[in-house]
């Protein structure tokens, strides 16, 4: 039973295009977070939300839109897909007071 | 500005021989850094943690060391098994900003038979 998973695990689309990736831990955690590894293999925070409140939002384009149903649901829209919105993207949860994420297996996005 | 930096992109070691995997860091504020690995296909697994306030953690077969004053820390890999082939992630956070992790571009070790 996947402690985080998220899905789609690969998607591919065309520019302009507006797409949504799911997220769902089954944890019982109260922080749930997106990360983007880019091509450089950096990973670097996006968003984090917690018990559906977010509370960091980092200098992303406003294409990139959270939303978290639940604190054990984060989803992920992006408007008008670009070229360099090719990444991995991983959703993540932690526990107020556990420095230790779980991450999911990763979104592999990529626009062409 | 790259706040956790791992200068090796890949390690290749024996079997059975000692991994050292290095990270540095620019920013005194961080309380808590952690390892994380990362198989191809997959996210990264939580490894190892330390605090600020040590300079050694050890469970099992890995050993995280912080040097405070240099700025760096390492983690010790023995023995070194063909499993532990993977990509290392350092990672670093400042316990007032919440739970953000900076983390540095990774290193892939490869563990040969």
Known sequence: DTAVSQTPKYLVTQMGNDKSIKCEQNLGHDTMYWYKQDSKKFLKIMFSYNNKELIINETVPNRFSPKSPDKAHLNLHINSLELGDSAV?????????????????????TVV | DQQVKQNSPSLSVQEGRISILNCDYTNSMFDYFLWYKKYPAEGPTFLISISSIKDKNEDGRFTVFLNKSAKH?????????????????????????????????????????
Not at chain 2, 78 to 92: H, L, N, R
């Open chain 2, 73 to 113: 820390l390492s983690l010790h890999i023995v023995p070194s098994q063909p499993g532990d082939s993977a990509v290392y992630f350092c990672a670093a956070l400042i316990e007032t900003s919440g739970s953000r992790l900076t983390f540095g571009e990774g290193t892939q070790l490869t563990v040969n038979p």
């Open chain 1, 89 to 109: 993207y991983f959703c993540a949860s932690s526990q107020e007071g556990l420095w230790g994420y779980t991450f999911g297996s990763g979104t592999r996005l």
